[in-house]
C-alpha cells in the first residue's frame, strides 16, 4: 500500500495534474522538492502517471467484449492492449471474459473498426460491441483524500472560454501524442520536438483545455491505494432518463467509466471497488436512488491489462505506454 504521503500527492494531482510543486507544498506541508522527489518515485516505479485524454467532442468511442477459448482471455487481452486505439483492456468473469475500450475520431471511423479492421486473435470465439457517444463521467477521479479547503487551494482556475479557437488539427494531434508518456512534460521539451516555442506550446495548451478539448487525469496502481478490483455494469434505464441517470451515476466517486451505448442495455458503467461487498453496496444505491435502472449483466473485473494507455501488472503499476492515438483507427 501506499503511503498517506504519496496518497495525498496523488489526489492532488488527481484535481489538478499540472500544477507546481510550489503549489502543492502549500497545500501539503513539505518541501517542493521532497514532492518531486515523491512523484519521481512514484512513477518510477509505475505507481502513478499522468496523462492527457481527449475531450468527448473529439473522439467516439465502443465498448467490444470478447469471448475467449478456456484458458485464453489473458492471452487475447494482452494483444488487444497493443493497440493504440484501443485505450483500456481488462479481464473479467462471466460469458465474455475480455472487454475493450476503442476510440476513433469519429463515427465513421468506429465502424470501420468494428468491421474491418480490429484484429481477431484466433482464441476469441465470440464478439459484441456498444457503441457510445455521451459519456458522463469516469475520465477524471479522485483518490478524495484531502479535505475540501485543500482540495480548493490545489484546484487550477483554467478561465473562460477562448473567444476564437481554430479547429482541432495536425499540430494539436502531435502535442497530444507528445504528451502520451507524461503529462507533466515541460513545455521546453514538448516545444523541441515539435519544433516551437515553449510560450507557443503553453498558450495552444491553455486554450485546448479551456475549449474542452483535452483534459489530464493523474492515476495511480489502484490495488496500492485501497481500490484492489472493479466491476462492469449494464443497465437498462428508460431513454428519456439516460441524461439524468447517467450524469448522477456519473458524478459517483467509484466511477470510473459510464456511457450512454447503442445495444440491449444503454448504460455501460464501470466502477472501481474497495471489496467485493462494496459492489453489493453499489447495487442497493442505484435500486433505491434510481429504481427505474435495471442491472442486466454485472461482471467482475479480474485483472485490468490496460488503463488509458498504460500497460499494467498484476499489482496495477505502470510497466509501459502504449500512447492513446484514436486517430490510428483511420490507417489500420
Known sequence: MLEEV???????????????????????????ITLARRWQRLTDDGAAWITVALGNSLSKGAIVEFSCAPG??????????ELPHVIT??????EYEVFALIMAPSLAAISTVLLKTLPLPEQVTKVRS???????????????????????????AIGPLPRKIR?????????????????????????????????????????????????????VARP????????????????????????????????????????PANLGLIVGLRSLN????????????HPDARVVDRRLVLQMTKVYGRILDEQGRSTRVVPVDPWTALST
Open 72 to 81: 485464453t482471455a489473458t492471452q487475447v487481452a494482452e494483444r488487444l492492449a
Open 278 to 289: 462494496h459492489l453489493d453496496e453499489l447495487l442497493i444505491k442505484i435500486a433505491r436512488e
Open 130 to 156: 456498444h457503441v457510445f457517444g455521451s459519456t458522463f463521467g469516469g475520465i477524471i477521479w479522485r483518490l478524495g483524500v484531502m479535505n475540501r479547503s485543500q482540495a480548493d487551494q490545489v484546484r487550477e
Open 224 to 263: 496500492l491505494a485501497g481500490w484492489p478490483t472493479m466491476a462492469l455494469l449494464w443497465l437498462t434505464v428508460p431513454d428519456v432518463e439516460v441524461q439524468r441517470i447517467g450524469n448522477a451515476l456519473g458524478s459517483w466517486p467509484e466511477t470510473r467509466h459510464c456511457a450512454a451505448v447503442t445495444s
Open 6 to 32: 504519496d496518497l495525498a500527492l496523488v489526489d492532488a494531482l488527481q484535481i489538478n495534474p499540472r500544477a507546481s510543486w510550489t503549489t502543492l507544498a502549500e497545500v501539503l506541508e513539505l518541501a517542493p
Open 167 to 219: 479547429p482541432f488539427g495536425a499540430a494539436d494531434r502531435a502535442l497530444f501524442l507528445a504528451l502520451g508518456h507524461d503529462g507533466r512534460r515541460r513545455y521546453a521539451s514538448l516545444a523541441d520536438e515539435l519544433n516551437t516555442t515553449p510560450p507557443a506550446v503553453k498558450r495552444r495548451l491553455e486554450r485546448l483545455r479551456r475549449h474542452g478539448d483535452i483534459t489530464f487525469r493523474c492515476d
Open 89 to 94: 483492456v481488462g479481464v473479467t468473469t462471466g
